[in-house]
């Protein structure tokens, strides 16, 4: 990573976080000479006292909503393309009363991140859950993940008119190799991007804060150098990370292993996310992508009942033994995660 990369990203956890204290994990900890500390013996002695602390007292903050499962990519390392259950779009009411739900028990959720299995503008209605979000809980910050194909330039407008702390464009590749990557016309992605970026700058808006991310498999790993210099001054941040296997469902050919010693560690997620699924089910996780586990619904049930109930605690408490026997987890890659992940919770 270069200075000028290192300097961008620094800036961008100060925007994003008001602090810089994921940089520690995000990069020091993993692209420095410290990921050799990483998982050895001290590091894992002071890391699991860290753990047993947090666990003990924390509460959610994050929502991760899947607003519609409808999809308009082919993405290589996304399992949209072998998703079996229903797709859909969660309606305007019902997004409402699960928001309420959980919000209305757990007063400590800071963010919604709008995103899931399925492009979040391929449901018409976006904007207006937004706007509802806005008015409702202005306090909450809101991100929203995007492949930007079919972000429109009213689009554009009404999401810079409107109070969104973070977009995220996931741009996995350049020219040809971003065809086979994701199935879409690159020359339109960019067209967007562009508008958007540009947009933001003339009404020089400080949020969303832009950034733009690149999975790294075999099939792209020859543009990274060329995509962090395109994209390096026009967005707030450029992420380079590897993909998820999606518990073992998902043949991934993955680029590099991760840069330190191997370990997992309880998932952070099941502490500190509410995971929603378009049908308005609490799952297990962002990996599980077919809603196996469901622990509740929040359109017939009460989010504090579903999310301190009898089997989340089990799975929790099973992770933090470090059991990972149950399904989903039982074939996580989440050692990259995991193993940092609890400095910041």
């Known amino acids: 990573m270069s200075l000028e990369h290192l300097w961008n990203e620094i800036r961008y956890y100060m ?14 900890l993993a692209k420095t000479p410290l990921r050799k500390v990483v998982n050895t ?4 002695r002071i890391y699991e006292k860290k753990i047993k602390k947090k666990s003990k007292k924390i509460k959610p903050k994050f929502i991760q909503i899947e607003n519609t499962n409808l999809c308009n990519a082919r993405c290589i390392m996304c399992p949209h393309t072998i998703m079996k259950r229903e797709k859909r779009t969660m309606k305007q009411e019902d997004f409402e009363r699960i928001v ?5 028990n757990y007063p400590t959720i800071k963010r919604i991140t709008i995103t899931g299995f399925g492009e979040p503008f391929a449901d ?8 509802f979000l806005n008015e409702k809980f202005q306090y909450i910050e809101i991100d929203i993940y995007t492949n930007a194909s079919l972000l429109t330039r009213k689009m554009s407008d009404e999401i810079l008119n409107s109070e969104v702390h973070k977009i995220n464009f996931s741009i996995n590749g ?3 190799t971003y065809g086979k990557m994701m199935g879409l016309d690159y020359e339109n992605t960019i067209k967007n991007v562009s508008y958007f970026l540009k947009k933001k700058k003339e009404l020089g808006k400080k949020f969303p804060l832009a950034n733009i991310s690149f999975m790294i498999v075999r099939e792209n790993e020859k543009d990274i150098e060329n995509f962090q210099k395109f994209w390096m001054n026009r967005a707030d941040s450029v992420m380079i990370y590897p993909p998820s296997d999606w ?9 590099s292993p991760i840069p330190f ?4 560690w309880a998932c952070g997620a099941l502490w500190n996310y509410i995971t929603v699924d378009v049908g308005g089910n609490i799952i297990m996780c962002c990996r599980d992508y077919e809603s196996e586990i469901k622990f509740g619904n929040l359109l017939k049930e009460n989010a504090k009942e579903i999310y301190e109930g009898k089997d989340m605690n089990e799975i929790r408490e ?12 039982n074939n996580c890659d989440n050692s990259f995660d995991s193993s940092m992940e609890w400095w910041n919770i």
Do not use: H, V
Not at 100 to 104: D, Y
Not at 318 to 329: A, L, N, T, V, Y
């Open 15 to 28: 925007n994003l976080e008001g602090s810089i204290k994921r940089i520690g994990t995000k990069f020091i």
């Open 41 to 44: 013996g001290i590091y894992s």
């Open 100 to 104: 309420e739900n959980i919000i209305n």
């Open 124 to 131: 018409k209605e976006i904007i207006k859950k937004i706007k």
């Open 174 to 176: 350049t020219g040809n």
């Open 247 to 255: 518990a073992g469902r998902k043949k991934i050919n993955y680029s």
């Open 261 to 264: 010693r191997k370990k997992r």
């Open 318 to 329: 099973k992770q933090s033994r470090r059991d990972f026997s149950m399904p989903i987890c």
